[in-house]
């Protein structure tokens, strides 16, 4: 073999490992999608509270109860609504989308949405502070899941709202989803711990089950923006001249 085609051979090694390095490099700095640390379903709450201290008479619902809006909640006997209502600071049978007063100082609570009652906080005989809350309910049709990721700066200025997410529930079905909202909070390790609030029409569309009730931990794969082809090369010698000082 002639030196000639000996340094032939030698360059053409030299081009084929420069090649499969910048593959390398792009596949592990600029990957398509990042999979969540953790992610699971939650929906709209809304709290049911009161302003008057007093005493629970009555419960009309109890957790996990289906409620349209306006349907009757919870009853509270209330002494100082009753003085109120007496000195014409309160006007009696009063009616709000929230509750309705009658004279001798009840306030019955309204669900102000329709959905499920999440939480009841409160018992017939208790007694109830005023500005404390009654319960909890969870909006129909509000379905939406948080996810937690740990990316690099660099993947963090690559999600976008609207990015398409695919979320894998627990019995293996995939649904998609679009970015809504995204915060942030930057590790020591200079990594962002990001949070992504994901919607999806198919979630609410799905039979109302444990598999899609809210508090149920799901897996989510967030499609970052795609940059190009040689974004991962670019990205390096950026890094590179940045170090020495260019």
Same mark, same amino acid.
Request: glycine share 10%; net charge negative.
């Given at each position: 073999?002639?030196?000639?085609?000996?340094?032939?051979?030698?360059?053409?090694?030299?081009?084929?490992?420069?090649?499969?390095a910048a593959c390398t490099?792009?596949?592990?700095?600029?990957?398509?999608?990042?999979?969540?640390?953790?992610?699971?379903?939650?929906?709209?709450?809304?709290?049911?509270?009161?302003?008057?201290?007093?005493?629970?008479?009555?419960?009309?619902?109890?957790?996990?109860?289906?409620?349209?809006?306006?349907?009757?909640?919870?009853?509270?006997?209330?002494?100082?609504?009753?003085?109120?209502?007496?000195?014409?600071?309160?006007?009696?049978?009063?009616?709000?989308?929230?509750?309705?007063?009658?004279?001798?100082?009840?306030?019955?609570?309204?669900?102000?949405?329709?959905?499920?009652?999440?939480?009841?906080?409160v018992k017939t005989g208790?007694?109830?502070?005023?500005?404390?809350?009654?319960?909890?309910?969870?909006?129909?049709?509000?379905?939406?899941?948080?996810?937690?990721?740990?990316?690099?700066?660099?993947?963090?200025?690559?999600?976008?709202?609207?990015?398409?997410?695919? #979320?894998? =529930?627990? &019995? !293996?079905?995939?649904?998609? +989803?679009?970015?809504?909202? $995204?915060?942030?909070?930057?590790?020591?390790? @200079?990594?962002?711990?990001?949070?992504?609030?994901?919607?999806?029409?198919?979630?609410?569309?799905?039979?109302?089950?444990?598999?899609?009730?809210?508090?149920?931990?799901v897996d989510a794969t #967030?499609? =970052?923006? &795609? !940059?190009?082809?040689?974004? +991962?090369?670019?990205?390096? $010698?950026?890094?590179?001249?940045?170090?020495? @000082?260019?």
């Amino acid at each position: 073999m002639t030196w000639t085609n000996r340094l032939r051979l030698l360059g053409g090694l030299l081009v084929v490992l420069v090649v499969v390095a910048a593959c390398t490099l792009v596949f592990n700095q600029r990957q398509s999608a990042v999979a969540s640390t953790s992610a699971a379903i939650a929906a709209q709450e809304y709290a049911v509270g009161t302003d008057y201290g007093g005493t629970v008479t009555q419960e009309y619902v109890e957790e996990g109860d289906t409620v349209q809006k306006g349907a009757k909640l919870i009853q509270v006997q209330s002494l100082q609504l009753a003085q109120d209502i007496r000195k014409g600071v309160v006007g009696a049978d009063t009616q709000t989308s929230a509750y309705d007063i009658g004279e001798d100082g009840l306030i019955t609570f309204k669900a102000e949405v329709s959905g499920t009652i999440a939480k009841i906080d409160v018992k017939t005989g208790g007694y109830v502070q005023a500005g404390s809350e009654l319960g909890t309910i969870h909006k129909a049709d509000s379905l939406f899941v948080t996810s937690n990721f740990t990316v690099t700066p660099r993947d963090y200025g690559r999600i976008r709202n609207g990015a398409e997410v695919e #979320l894998r =529930l627990p &019995d !293996d079905r995939t649904v998609t +989803g679009r970015v809504k909202s $995204v915060s942030v909070e930057t590790n020591a390790d @200079g990594q962002a711990k990001t949070t992504v609030d994901v919607e999806s029409r198919e979630l609410s569309a799905s039979p109302s089950s444990g598999i899609t009730s809210p508090g149920t931990p799901v897996d989510a794969t #967030l499609h =970052l923006q &795609d !940059d190009g082809e040689l974004a +991962g090369v670019t990205d390096m $010698v950026r890094d590179f001249s940045r170090q020495i @000082g260019l």
